[in-house]
């Protein structure tokens, strides 16, 4: 299934941001989405490195000591599910936001929909990759990599292991889904970020990357351009970027919620109509 027809949609390109910024993003997309704007179809990266806690993740599962002596940045996202390693290096990550009016009401349908570019992307790439067709029990429930297989949102490779964890939310009539995608496994960082004591071996067995599997070895830049050329395909989208104001926004919701105590630590939200 194709993207909605007879829609402006823009595409920006990867970006390297941090964490916050990256979230914040999102949610400025969406809320442009919402007002009529244009719709978006965006790669990024997080820069530097980022674990992002599910919307009601505890933070006691968290090593707070370890992520601030290994610099990696602590955010939580609009989604739930939970915490995602994202290093600098290892991970592509991806968003789509579009008014919900235009989007399949169910959410199964709405998966389907906006990750097909996904699914094209890696089958460009020569992986061979599909929706989790069984669930399979969490190992580690704070780790969004390390819980139950979901057949709507998982996408796995023909072996079963995990390559990208997908997630939608809705704010201001608009649909958000963003994605990661693993090209690298960082194993040793991803675990390292959580307070229970993980083995690498049991990671490994769960979670595998494009780099993996992917024919010929694709490096990063490849795996990029791949991934940004199907979701263009996809929404039939025009080069674009943010507006003046919706960078500016986006600072504002990354300073006040984003980079927030309150909200990484406690996932309590500012309020929206404060200046």
Known sequence: MTAPADRTWRFVSEEARPGPMQMALDEVAAETAARGGPRTVRVYRWRPSTLSLGYGQDPATVDWAFCERAGIDVTRRQTGG??????????????IAAPAAELPGDLMDAYEVLCSP???????????????????????????????????????????????????????????????????????????TFTADLAPAVFRDRVTSIRDRAEGGPSRAEAVEALETALVEWADAEPGGWTAAELSRARDLAARKYESTAWVREGEAPDATAE
């Open 82 to 95: 939970g915490a995602i390693y994202h290093d600098a290096h290892g991970d592509v990550s991806y968003s």
């Open 118 to 192: 996904l699914l094209a992307a890696l089958d460009r790439l020569g992986v061979d990759a599909g929706y989790a067709e069984t669930e399979r029990p969490a190992v580690h429930g704070p780790a969004c990599y390390l819980r139950e297989m979901h057949p709507a949102h998982d996408v796995v490779a023909a072996d079963g292991r995990k390559l990208s964890g997908n997630a939608q939310y809705r704010q201001r009539d608009a649909v958000l889904q963003h994605g990661s995608v693993t090209f690298e496994r960082a194993v040793e960082r991803h675990l390292e």
